[in-house]
């Protein structure tokens, strides 16, 4: 009892844990920040660049910013067709990973036995690890390439830096791994453990009593008897 009341616990914090990452993940899809660039002109008067994996934004000093949405998809370079495909997934896995630890957790009772349980919170484990590997390496890519171009001397397009975005969606990456690999540890142990064959039994074997035969009285005893018998009667019919 007390080691299933700890697994809850455990399950409920990995949940919380996995959850809190899985919103800053989507979170960081209409974020506009994912990359900035502050150009200053003169006195009173700076521009400031920003965008996504969706639209570029410019804004000036007054507050007044306007967006515009990349025109063509394929004229888009590859790394953000890459690094929205893998957010995407990462949202996606997070959801399932969400519904299958509701079903699969000790606290709500929906999975059914203890190895069902088990079996479905260990399926939602790894949702949450191939999400949160799936979101960090999105993430990754994007302020690696930012950093290529910012460093690069011979780069001489307009440089930009690492967005708030891109942190925010490191830090749900961290947690969904967590989460995903403590549940997938301490699930999986139960499901396997709890599936594998119980060990065999020895054979025992019942040693039944030996019945022996009832000896027959010997043959010349059975004819002692015999004539003795035999002797009694004439005796009694001679004094007749």
């Known amino acids: 009892m007390k080691y299933r009341v700890v697994m809850m616990y455990t399950e409920i914090s990995c949940f919380v844990v996995c959850i809190v990452g899985w919103i800053l993940v989507c979170s960081t899809m209409p974020t506009e920040y994912w990359n900035y660039s502050t150009v200053e002109g003169i006195v009173l008067t700076t521009a400031n660049y920003f965008s996504n994996l969706w639209k570029d934004c410019i804004s000036d000093s ?67 690890l191939i999400s949160g590997l799936s979101g960090m390496g999105g993430f990754s890519y994007y302020g690696n390439k930012i950093r290529e171009e910012y460093s690069d001397p011979n780069f001489k397009a307009q440089k930009f830096e690492i967005g708030a975005a891109v942190f925010i969606g490191w830090g749900g990456s961290s947690l969904l791994i967590t989460g995903g690999l403590i549940y997938s540890i301490f699930a999986g142990k139960e499901g396997l453990c709890s599936s594998s064959p119980s060990p065999s039994r020895p054979t025992t074997y019942i040693i039944a009593p030996i019945q022996r035969p009832v000896s027959s009285p010997l043959p010349e005893k059975d004819e002692e008897i015999r004539q003795t018998r035999a002797n009694r009667c004439f005796s009694k019919d001679a004094y007749v």
Request: glycine residues 12%; charged residues 15%.
């Open 62 to 128: 007054t507050g007044v910013s306007d967006c515009k949405e990349f025109p063509s998809l394929l004229g888009l370079e590859m790394y953000v067709h890459a690094c929205r495909a893998l957010v995407i997934i990462s949202i996606i896995l997070g959801f399932f990973g969400n519904v299958l630890a509701l079903v699969g957790m000790k606290c709500t009772k929906i999975g059914g036995s203890d190895l069902a349980n088990a079996r479905v919170t260990f399926a939602a484990g790894m949702n949450y």
